[in-house]
């Protein structure tokens, strides 16, 4: 139990396109996902957190008028990266966390989107 | 805002050694979790603290939460090609509606 899946894994696209990335919770109902980015030999580092019927919270320095989150349902929250720049390419990361998780407070992280902007 | 250090940056071990990383931070978590992360792919949990001074252990790892809430260590018993990997700590905040702060990472490296 407990997987959550990221789509695409893999996506290239042209300088000023815009790319979606999907977050699935496969088993489980989560109100909450975060979004993290991590550049090559580098942490994961939060961008935003998502939540179910509301506008993601960003984290400092992350633009959320080119980061666009929605999670419109308990199940799903996307990324959208628009007007993408080579600078945007990374490996982007979600996790979600469970809607009933009683007393764990685990996340559980998606495998990852490898994007690179041309 | 919160910042984990995480150390060593890398290691490069013989196969069945033993290997020791920490964290440490100036700020008191809630939750200390250790992660390891495969190329190319997400983090997989590897070990969830959740009381200060807890020590707990999975399989040949061993991992405690520090009393003071502000620093943890991980240890691999008896390492094997199949550890090698980036071993990430990450602090959780409950109060700051569960979100992680990551280390920088530790890279394992093993000689077979």
Same mark, same amino acid.
């Given at each position: 139990g407990a997987v959550v899946s990221q789509h695409p894994s893999r996506v290239i696209c042209k300088s000023g396109t815009s790319v979606k990335i999907e977050c699935r919770s496969l088993d489980f109902q989560a109100t909450t996902m975060f979004w993290y980015r991590q550049f090559p030999k580098q942490s994961l580092m939060l961008m935003a957190t998502s939540n179910e019927g509301s506008k993601a919270t960003y984290e400092q320095g992350v633009e959320k008028d080119k980061f666009l989150i929605n999670h419109? %349902?308990?199940?799903l929250s996307t990324l959208t990266v628009t007007s993408?720049?080579?600078?945007? %390419?990374s490996f982007y990361i979600c996790s979600a966390f469970p809607l009933s998780s009683g007393d764990s407070y685990e996340q559980y992280f998606g495998p990852g989107t490898r994007l690179t902007v041309t | 805002g919160q910042q984990l250090n995480q150390s060593p940056q890398s290691m490069f071990i013989q196969e069945g050694e033993d290997v020791s990383m920490n964290c440490t931070s100036s700020s008191i978590f809630n939750t200390w979790l250790w992660y390891k992360q495969d190329p190319g792919e997400g983090p997989v949990l590897l070990i969830a603290l959740y009381k200060a001074g807890e020590l707990t252990s999975n399989g040949r790892l061993t991992a405690q939460f520090g009393i003071t809430r502000k620093d943890s260590f991980l240890n691999i018993s008896? $390492?094997?090609? $199949?550890?090698v990997g980036i071993y990430f700590c990450a602090g959780q905040l409950?109060?700051?509606?569960?979100k992680l702060v990551f280390g920088a990472g530790t890279i394992l490296r093993v000689k077979s």
């Open positions: 419109a %349902s308990l199940t993408a720049h080579p600078e945007d %390419s | 008896a $390492s094997i090609p $199949s550890d409950w109060e700051y509606g569960n």
